[in-house]
Structure formats: C-alpha cells, structure tokens
C-alpha cells in the first residue's frame, strides 16, 4: 500500500523541509521510489534538492490551482529514485484562491490518486500554517510525521496541531494517523534540549521516533549546493541520523 | 512621533519573537514606553514575555476581530514600561474570518489609532506567513524591521517579501519604510554564516543594522523562563547584542 507522509508543523524553522529533503533522499538510496512533494511557496525544498523554481504551470501550483496533470510538473532529481513536485513563488496566492474553490480540501488527494501510482512514498512538504495547503496535505496524507525543534517554544503551538489533526481526521480523512514524532536540531551540547526531549517522550511516548537529528551546521549548509546531505556529506551525523530515520519509516510502516 | 515597527519574515523560525521580546525590553529598560503586539496564534511572544494565555476578547482577536479596545486587552509585563497585546490560539482562525469583513486590512490600523496614544514605540511580532495578520501589520506600521536568519534557506523568500511590502506601500501605506534588516542567529564558527551576512549587506546595503544577534543558547532558554534575555542573564551575548540593536534603533530613528 503506498504511504503518503505529511511533515507538519505550524512553528516556523523547525527542520519540516530539511526532513523532506534528507528523508526523501535516504529512503530513495535504501531503494524506495520516492516523491517528494514542495506545499511551500518559499520553495525551500525544491531548492534544497537543486532544482530551479518552475513556471507556474509546472509546479505544485499548476497542479492545485489549474487543476494539471501531476505528471505535467514531477521533476527527477540528483538522487536515484527521488522525484520531486517543486514549488513557486505563486502558490503564495493559492490558500486565498482556494478558498472559493468546490472541494478545495482535497484538490491534492485528487492530484496524487489520479497521477502517483508509481510511488511507493509520498513526502508532503508543509509551509509553516495550518491553512488550506496543510490541510490539503493531511487530507491527501496516509500519515503525519511531525518535526519538533528541542528549543522551548516549539511545545507551545502543538495543541493546536493535534486539534487540526482531529478535525481532518473527523471531516476529511478518517484513517489519517500520526505515525511519528522527529526530534529536530539536537544539541546535547545543553540541557534546554534534554529536557524538551523529555517533555516530548512523555506526551507522546512511543510516536516518537529513536532516530534523533542532531543540530549540525553540514544540515544547514547542504541546501547552499542543492543537495540533500547524504551526497554533499555522506560522513556526517546529519547523513547518519536521516539513514536511521529512513530505516525506522520503513520498519513502522511495515506493521500498518 | 510614534514609531510602529513591524517585525516580517515569512520563513519561519528566523528570529521574529525573540527580536520583538528582546528589543522591546531593551527599548524599554532604555526609557522608551513599549507596546508589543503579539500578532501569531502560536503566541510564542506572550509566553516569552511570562503572560499567560488570555481568553479571546481579552487578546489580539478580541481587538482584530470583535472590535474590542486595546485598553480591554493590553498587559504590563515584568519589565517596567513594557506592556503586551497578547495572543491565543483562538487568533488561528483570524485569517479566515478577516477575509470578509469590511476595510479588513486596516482593523489593526484603527485600533492602534484609537487607543495606542500612550506608547512610544510599538513592536508587532508577526506570523510566519504573508496573510491577512501580516498585511495588517504592514499596514498599520510606520516602518518594517526584517530578521534574516544567517543560513541558506533564509535568503530565497526575500523577494516575495519585498514584494508583499511594495505591494502594501502602493494600496494601503504610502509612508511605510524598511528601516533595518537585522542579522540572527550568526554563527562565527562557521563559514556559512558570514557567507549570508555578506550576500545580505550587499544587498540591503546601509539597511542592515551593525548590531548582529549571535546564536546564543540563552536567548533559547529565556522564553523557557517567560523572561526576556537581559532579566534571564544579564551578562549573555545575547543581552548585549540586543541592547546594542535597541540603541540603534533609537539612533536611526531619530532622523525620521
Ligand atoms: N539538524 C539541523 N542542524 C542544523 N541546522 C538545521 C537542522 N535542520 C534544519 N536546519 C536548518 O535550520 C533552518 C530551518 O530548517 P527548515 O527550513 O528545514 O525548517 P522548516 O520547518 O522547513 O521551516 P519553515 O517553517 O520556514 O518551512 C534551515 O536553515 C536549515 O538549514
Ligand atoms: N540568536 C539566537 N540564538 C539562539 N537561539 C535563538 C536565537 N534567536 C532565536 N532563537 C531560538 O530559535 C527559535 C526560533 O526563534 P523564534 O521563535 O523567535 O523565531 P520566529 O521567527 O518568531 O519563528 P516563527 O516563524 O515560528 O514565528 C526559538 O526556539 C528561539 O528561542
Ligand atoms: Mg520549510
Ligand atoms: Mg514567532
């Protein structure tokens, strides 16, 4: 059965799309066709994997608001196996322009039943809300990873995800279920991060995943070339901790 | 005159709470009389000033939404001449609600017309997003101060930036200016960081402040306190880059 993964969080900077990037990279060398798909018009995750903004046409734009093929905007990337549907600065007119929309929640689920039979992983990269875009991806999503950055005001916002979450799982997407939680930007170097990985494994237990990503600059510098860290620097922790991460999806998705 | 600076940048996680808790307490230490306004659902801001989460009509939706006065809602906080417009989640639908609604991009405008009087400087500390809370902000702003976060993502939603704030100074705030970019979250460790603070001046040129806020762990773990950096620990790089920046502020603003 295919796994369409949403990387949600409404805290901005939090590693959402460096976690698209890097986990969509390290399971597609592990041999899993993957796509990865760009909800944020900063197209930050379209140029994390070197790939030049698009036409409007040709981007996830095309695909939600004009209702193209997915077919007609899928770029490969530098990584075996590892498709991405980019972004553009346009889709920042989309959550006001889907608003009228009939059935503007599930223009992406659509999209993705009509034209990803291929992928045996969807990876839905969110922007930094909980608008139109999220909820087009957790109504088109089998599944919900969320990022947590372990700095402080990271805890504050999650109540508000998880009530999202319920509504879309009430009105849009009954078998919809938050599969993981990501412990982001690590540094064992301070207690701050101990003791929000403390608070996050109390609340939500065994969701969070063993892999840990630790804060580590090779992660902040490899989007500069385009690339996800396992090609720019397959030695570092970043490359470690995402390999394990892609191991871990892999495992749990197994018993689903 | 009053100064009302909005704090912008729709890429999450650069720096924007923390610059609107630090710079308004600097400011205020300093003599100035401070109004912060906390315009994000996620309301970091208040609970980084130590303010629990109010109840809808005592908030920033009370104020946007159900017309309620700035006097009704606004708090002192632990830093004398700092007072708070504060957040709750119940703002995440504002978004929404705001589309329909008669001069909807000037309810902040007003309100702050109405009964802001008191205050010297007002801060507004934005969401990461470019809707209908950041227009308000931008259109009740005398002028915009930008954090950019020192890594590579940060840099490629600039553009849209600088065009959602054109676009606001021709339709709805002639006199709104960009008085400063500020650089966060600087590393000098790292190669990186200089790499962006030289493509940001080059860019923005005398715009940036030659206060730089270095990536300090206790600007990450004063909200954890509910306190400001400077009560937190006053003797922290972050304290003094902060009051550094506040005094520039002031300098610049001067010639206004
Ligand atoms: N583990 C890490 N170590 C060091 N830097 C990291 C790490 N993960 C992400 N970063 C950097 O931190 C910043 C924020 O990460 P990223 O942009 O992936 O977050 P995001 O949640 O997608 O942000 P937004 O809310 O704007 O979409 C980026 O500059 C990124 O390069
Ligand atoms: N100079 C700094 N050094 C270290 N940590 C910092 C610094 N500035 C901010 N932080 C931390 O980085 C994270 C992001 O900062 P902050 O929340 O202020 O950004 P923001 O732009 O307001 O985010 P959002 O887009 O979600 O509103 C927070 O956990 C904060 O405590
Ligand atoms: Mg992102
Ligand atoms: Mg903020």
Redesign the pocket.
């Known amino acids: 059965m295919r796994r369409t993964i949403a990387i949600v969080n409404?805290?901005?900077?939090?590693g959402k799309s460096t976690t698209a990037v890097n986990l969509g990279a390290s399971l597609a060398l592990l041999g899993t066709r993957v796509l990865v798909c760009d909800l944020d018009p900063q197209a930050n995750a379209t140029s994390g994997l070197g790939i030049p903004k698009p036409s409007a046409s040709a981007s996830t734009y095309g695909v939600l608001i004009e209702g193209r093929a997915l077919s007609a905007a899928v770029v490969s990337t530098a990584v075996s196996g590892l498709s991405l549907l980019p972004s553009s600065p346009h889709l920042a007119g989309a959550e006001v322009e889907l608003v009228p929309m009939l059935s503007r929640e599930l223009r992406l689920r659509e999209a993705l039943e009509r034209g990803a039979e291929g992928y045996e992983v969807i990876l839905l990269d969110c922007p930094?809300s909980l608008g139109l875009l999220t909820i087009n991806a957790l109504t088109a999503a089998t599944e919900v990873l969320i990022p947590i950055?372990c700095?402080?005001?990271?805890l504050e916002?999650l109540s508000q995800l998880l009530d999202s979450v319920t509504l879309v799982q009430r009105y849009l997407n009954p078998a919809l279920d938050i599969s993981g939680v990501l412990l982001t930007m690590f540094d064992a170097r301070t207690r701050l991060s101990e003791q929000v990985a403390v608070e996050v494994r109390r609340f939500f237990k065994d969701k969070v995943y063993e892999a840990v990503i630790p804060r580590s600059i090779r992660l902040a510098e490899a989007p500069g070339y385009g690339m996800p860290v396992m090609l720019f620097d397959p030695s570092s922790r970043g490359t470690d901790a995402y390999m394990n991460l892609a191991k871990e999806v892999m495992t749990r998705g197994r018993d689903r």
Chains 1, 2 share one sequence.
């Open positions: 409404q805290k901005g900077g939090v930094p950055q700095e402080y005001y990271a916002g």
